[in-house]
């Protein structure tokens, strides 16, 4: 009955969520009035916005020693998690099977095994980093803190399954996963997206003025 | 009106069990499922060698499987690792080690300290701050000195509980999950068990390099070890670590390594690991974790109820000065320039403590 | 009769837009704008981390735009704003913000948290809560046309003196002119060899300028304050009187937050494009160089740094020009470690400099251009914002430091050749 359920009605409903979610928040910021700019422009803001989005990736050398952490932290977690998410065999299967109806190639296990190791690294010391920093430790939101142990759990239940033994842990990996979807649209985890226009907006604006961000 | 819950401290301490609180019921959901379903079977009795009165007819042969005058090694025409041996007397051995020695050894041993921890606290209480708090903070810790120190304490408590579930579960969760049941547990524990047994490696390695400069021991420690390190009254003076720290550090050095190492061994089976190294490696690797777990009780129990104003050094990084006064005397007195008068076995309070702010080596705060 | 609470709620909810749905939705509060920030590095304090000066606003947006703060809010779950979620903001936002925009720059996110505190300046001012200095710069701004209350009269008076002083002509008024020069207030009181400067340039190029005694400051104190109806009133006031001249460029004084106000935020306050061009005086005089209009000799010879206004290089876009400049007359230049769109503030920018309660906290935070010139064993910093200069002439006071201020088109008028 779990089965049916987890496989069946939550992940439609996950689906919906996720992908509706999504396209309501960004219809939201698009909507809004606050995107035009009338004072004649030096440069394109355009190219611009995508530099910035480009350079964002890269943080400036002024103050790289003193976010150390948060970028190989951050780094480790994301790059990890986006090898385990896109390349790992039983995932790249699922995508097939279930999203997209093609696959790709997947990499081999032991590549699978170190994104891991390097993903729950980067995830934990950036946690605990969250919770030690006194300035983290005054901004951070219940919404931060609920974030990272989702992602958390949906990582770990995905470890214990790993062994593709057993029905209870695959459901429950998949269970997991199915609460990460319908909660991402709706909290922090939105800035995997919104960074994009973000960055746009800043991007263009300093551009427009001859400044390189 | 700041409370023990708006502290800064204090909401790192929900913080904390929080975090350990929704770990434990991670580990324990999958459980939950096959629990319900398990079959109401208890744990297969052991098997028991029995005594018998007449001679075994197949003794020669038993012998000789054994092995006991030395291994019998022939060859195959599959060429691989141990493909010459066709029974392996070292996994016997080892068996028969697992189930007399490592594992109930274990047990006595960490029921032991855990015991004599709890007698301890129930004898000697909390050890306080002579004459209290004094207000005035110094500097302890950095923020990547106490970022590596609860990523390890993270990361080795998961490493904990999952390695002693594949060690104990056979005799404490079989019977409450049934066969079926324990099969998924065990499953489960063994992948989480070997993903975050490399992180550990590196994370023992963290801690090496970030604490080991004012880990080495010196004559002064001797004096420590023989006043009990305090713990049974009067005042024993010691630098930033206390001799008791230091050996604990080396402790987590040694079997830590010796942990990470031995689970490489253990993980990675495919560069040519015989049975035997793999099962001496099993044994260093249980050995290592029984008493690194056990010593470990200790050390949490000091930094959290044992003593006050200890969890303090590792959650926001700075520590009272009369604590200081009180426990490292001698690190007190090289970060304040004050000496510390010490009279009839307890510390005296020297000077005006009222101020707030924070001592720390170089300008500004601890970071 | 609405009680500031509801006046500063209000206003925080127009202030919504596409931009700041996108920032806050993006924010995962990491705290890395907090190290870029002087008024976070200098005092440790961490309520000086930028995002964190932006909660007034961030909690509206939370309130009204999402579905946690929705459904908490409806449901009585979360706990209502009060009077202090602004009150206790104003310190933060205008002692310890000069919206120099450093942080915007390095969000790993990419939000323009000095656009996100310009808003909440919005809400903070509907709702009352202005430090002092600054809400009696802008009465004196709105009855006179200058925050320091200077009059057409005292202008006259001021011109009239350098004239006598420097033998050079000062026109005012004068309709078809090509260039109307701005100035800022602190430029008549305190440094008015920057209107000699440009009389002495302007002579030397041959150009044809003036000054508008109707209006001729540059400076907003709406735009300081967060008062978008203030920052609108002044700016016609300056574009009528520049319209009237019939002028074809307007020049922003040496004024940081002038150059942005007129430059790139004007149309957009007024809700049209502007009659006339507009450059700051270093884009002219770097402008009439390459044009060989303006020659200069060598050598300005002492050692010497530039420090980059924040609202001119990082907001404004001039940072090049400073430095061409500087190389004609100066041999030995040197830059400071962090330069150009990555310069430490003053620390008296958007405000700050009318706030004398933000005063002790202002000096604290100069050490870091005390470090930055430590480094350097320079005899002189030369800048192009009157403010900046008087922030950094107070700093180097305070520190008993022996070096001093200098405005480069000061430097290049006694170099003309």
């Known amino acids: 009955m779990l089965e049916q359920l987890v496989d069946g009605i939550l992940w439609d409903i996950a689906l919906v969520v996720f992908f509706v979610g999504i396209a309501w928040r960004i219809v939201d910021v698009i909507r809004r009035p606050g995107r035009n700019d009338l004072a004649e422009p030096r440069s394109s803001g355009i190219s611009a916005a995508i530099m910035a989005n480009i350079h964002g990736f890269f943080p400036r050398r002024e103050i790289s020693p003193q976010i150390r952490i948060h970028v190989i932290a951050g780094y480790m977690f994301h790059l990890g998690l986006l090898m385990l998410l896109f390349f790992a065999a039983p995932h790249v299967k699922f995508i097939e099977e279930h999203i997209t109806g093609f696959g790709w190639t997947v990499m081999p296990y032991w590549v699978f095994v170190l994104s891991a190791i390097i993903s729950f690294a980067g995830l934990i010391l950036l946690w605990i980093h969250r919770l030690l920093n006194p300035v983290s430790q005054l901004i951070s939101k219940r919404g931060d803190h609920v974030a990272s142990i989702l992602v ?20 429950f990996h998949r269970f997991t996963v199915e609460l990460l979807m319908i909660y ?30 | 009106m700041a409370t023990e819950k708006n502290t800064k401290s204090g909401r790192m301490r929900k913080a904390f069990y929080f975090s350990i609180l929704s770990l434990f019921i991670v580990v324990a959901l999958p459980l939950i499922p096959y629990a319900i379903d398990a079959q109401a079977v208890g744990g297969n009795p052991d098997n028991v060698d029995k005594v018998v009165a007449l001679p075994n007819p197949a003794i020669n042969l038993w012998n000789n499987v054994r092995q006991r005058d030395g291994v019998i090694q022939g060859s195959s025409q599959v060429k691989s690792v141990d493909s010459g041996i066709l029974i392996n007397k070292t996994g016997e051995d080892w068996r028969r080690f697992r189930l007399e020695k490592l594992v109930p050894y274990g047990a006595y041993l960490m029921a032991g300290i855990l015991g004599a921890i709890i007698l301890f606290y129930l004898v000697r209480g909390k050890t306080l701050i002579p004459g209290g708090h004094s207000g005035k903070r110094i500097a302890r810790f950095t923020l990547n000195q106490r970022t590596a120190h609860w990523f390890t304490a ?25 066969a079926e049941g324990f099969s998924v547990t065990a499953a489960a524990c063994k992948e989480m068990h070997n993903l975050f047994g490399p992180l550990f490696l590196l994370a023992v390695l963290a801690m090496l390099i970030l604490y080991v400069k004012d880990n080495f021991f010196n004559l002064e420690d001797l004096k420590w070890f023989a006043k009990g390190g305090g713990m049974f009254g009067g005042h024993v003076s010691a630098g930033r670590f206390n001799a008791g720290e230091k050996t604990w550090f080396w402790l987590v050095m040694i079997f830590g390594i010796a942990l990470g190492i031995s689970g490489l061994i253990l993980e990675f089976a495919i560069f040519g690991q015989g049975r035997e190294v793999m099962a001496l490696s099993h044994v260093f690797h249980g050995i290592s974790a029984l008493i690194l777990i056990s010593i470990s009780f200790g050390h949490i129990y000091l930094g959290t109820v044992g003593v006050e104003g200890t969890l303090d050094s590792m959650t926001t990084g700075s520590v009272d000065a009369a604590w200081a006064k009180a426990h490292h005397d001698h690190w007190y007195e090289e970060m304040t320039g004050e000496s510390v008068a010490i009279e009839s076995g307890e510390t005296s309070m020297q000077g005006g403590m009222a101020e707030g702010g924070v001592t720390s080596p170089g300008t500004g705060t601890a970071t | 009769m609405s009680t500031p609470l509801e006046r500063g709620v209000e206003m925080l909810k127009t202030q919504v837009d596409a931009r700041v749905e996108s920032y806050f939705s993006s924010c995962i509060n990491c705290g890395v704008c907090a190290e870029a920030c002087l008024f976070y ?31 908490s809010t409806g449901l ?60 009696t710069a802008s009465e004196r701004a709105l009855e006179f046309g200058s925050p320091m209350g200077l009059t057409a009269k005292s202008l006259r008076a001021a011109t009239t003196a350098l004239e006598k002083e420097y033998d050079i002509v000062i026109p005012i008024d004068v309709e078809g002119a090509e260039y109307l ?30 000054l508008s005694s109707k209006y001729f400051e540059a400076t907003n104190t709406g735009v300081q304050m967060g008062d978008s109806s203030l ?50 005086i270093m884009e002219l005089l770097e402008q009439l160089r390459t044009q060989g209009k303006l020659k200069t000799t060598c050598c300005f010879d002492e050692h010497l740094t530039y420090h980059d206004p924040c609202n001119i290089s990082r907001r404004g876009g001039v940072l090049e020009q400073p430095r061409h400049l500087l190389n004609q007359v100066a041999p030995n230049f040197i830059e400071m470690h962090e330069n150009k769109e990555m310069n430490w503030c003053c620390g008296g920018g958007g405000g700050v400099s009318s706030n004398e309660r933000a005063e002790p906290l202002r000096l604290k935070v100069f050490n870091i251009k005390k470090r930055q010139l430590d480094e350097l064993n320079v005899t002189t910093l030369v800048t192009a914002c009157s403010n900046c ?28 050749a």
């Open chain 3, 76 to 135: 009585g779950l979360s706990k209502p704003m009060t009077e202090k979620d602004l009150s206790d903001w104003e310190e933060l936002v205008y002692d310890g913000c000069s919206m120099c925009s450093r942080c915007s720059m390095v969000c790993p996110v990419g939000i323009d948290i000095a656009y996100l505190i310009r808003k909440v300046k919005e809400g903070l001012a509907a709702a009352g809560f202005v430090p002092e200095g600054l809400q």
């Open chain 3, 389 to 416: 200069r008087s922030m950094l002439e107070e700093g180097l006071e305070e520190n008993d430091m022996d070096v001093s201020v200098v405005g480069i088109t000061e430097i290049i008028a006694d170099h003309l």
């Open chain 3, 181 to 210: 020069c701005t100035l800022s207030s602190s430029e008549v009181v305190l440094y008015s060899e920057y209107i000699a400067a440009i009389s002495k340039i302007f002579s030397a190029a041959g150009l044809t300028w003036t």
């Open chain 1, 152 to 171: 958390f759990v949906v990582m770990l239940t995905g470890c214990m399954a790993l062994a593709e033994s057993s029905t209870g842990l695959r459901l």
């Open chain 1, 184 to 213: 991402f649209p709706f909290s922090a985890l939105m800035h995997a997206i919104m960074f994009v226009p973000s960055r746009a907006y800043t991007g263009a604006l300093f551009g427009r003025r001859g400044v390189k961000l």
């Open chain 2, 154 to 178: 993270g990361v080795f408590w998961l490493l904990a509980i999952t390695g002693l579930i594949l060690l104990y579960g056979k005799f404490v969760l079989i019977p409450l999950l049934g």
């Open chain 3, 41 to 71: 590095t200098e005092t440790g304090d961490p309520r000086y981390t930028p995002i964190y000066k932006t909660e007034p606003l961030r909690k509206v947006w939370q309130n009204e735009h999402t579905l946690w703060g929705r459904l």
């Open chain 3, 231 to 280: 920052a609108a009133q002044l700016l016609e006031r300056l574009v009528e009187a520049a319209t009237e001249l019939k002028i074809k460029t307007l020049i922003s004084p040496e004024c940081g937050h002038a150059y942005t106000t007129i430059r790139w935020d004007a149309p957009n306050i007024l809700g049209r494009a502007l009659p006339f061009k507009v450059v700051h």
